[in-house]
């Protein structure tokens, strides 16, 4: 009877005994905000309107973000806060000065190099890949959702082809064709994948994304003034690296 109480006793004890050590397995989620950081070149991909310009060449881009990480479950996860954004590209087309009436000739003689400046504010949806990610070191991730683009202002030179002479630099003005709320501001559909990379099971990471961003409405470049009005279509892909807490 004795030797049976024991045998009860020691049973008990190791069932109890193995519940924490499963729980350290596999934990359940504990934070529900996190916090990251990343920087970014940028890909950018300009379509101009055939019409009034030659294809348009993409320039390199850069950009930062910083974002809050609402975390509902071990693989869902919504992200918001800012991406600042500098995208850039030349193209072949018109300059019509001030005073000079528009004459489209098709021939495009001068050289425009622009440089766009950009405040986003995204709300995305992450999903994890991975299974059991609470419990792995390396984990991959897909990220899908919507950002308001804010345009903060852009820059343009612009060379006569011919000669190669300075005709203008300065600042340019830029509008969205179909705009929301203003016409500085612009929708954009977002789509990326992610990799992370945790510290030996910490909640400190470094994470890896490509992110794919797609404008809704052709941005409307009028140059100096009234010197152009060709329409513009954006999309760029980003490769980020940053560092998560």
């Known amino acids: 009877m004795k030797l049976r109480l024991l045998f009860i006793l020691l049973l008990f004890a190791g069932n109890a005994s193995a519940d924490p050590l499963l729980r350290l397995r596999r934990p359940l989620p504990q934070k529900k905000i996190a916090f990251s950081t990343s920087g970014m070149g940028i890909v950018s991909f300009f379509t101009t309107d055939p019409r009034h310009s030659a294809p348009a060449i993409p320039r390199t881009g850069f950009g930062l973000n910083g974002r809050v990480e609402f975390i509902f479950s071990e693989q869902f996860r919504i992200f918001t806060g800012f991406d600042l954004l500098s995208q850039s ?83 340019a003005q830029m509008d969205f064709e179909n705009w929301f709320l203003t016409p500085r501001i612009g929708n954009v559909l977002v789509g990326g994948l992610g990799f992370n990379k945790r510290f030996n099971h910490s909640e400190e990471s470094v994470f890896f994304e490509a992110v794919y961003r797609y404008g809704l409405s052709r941005s409307i470049y009028y140059g100096n003034g009234t010197s152009n009005e060709l329409l513009i279509r954006n999309a760029s892909l980003s490769l980020a690296v940053g560092f998560r807490i």
């Open 89 to 171: 590209c030349s193209f072949n087309t018109y300059y019509f000065a001030q005073g000079h009436s528009f004459f489209y000739d098709n021939n495009y003689n001068y050289l425009h190099s622009l440089r766009t400046f950009e405040l986003h504010w995204p709300v995305l949806f992450r999903v994890g890949l991975t299974r059991d990610e609470n419990d792995a070191n390396n984990s991959v991730y897909f990220l899908a959702g919507w950002a308001m683009k804010y345009q903060m202002g852009a820059r343009s030179t612009v060379l006569q082809i011919t000669s190669g002479q300075e005709v203008w630099s300065g600042k």
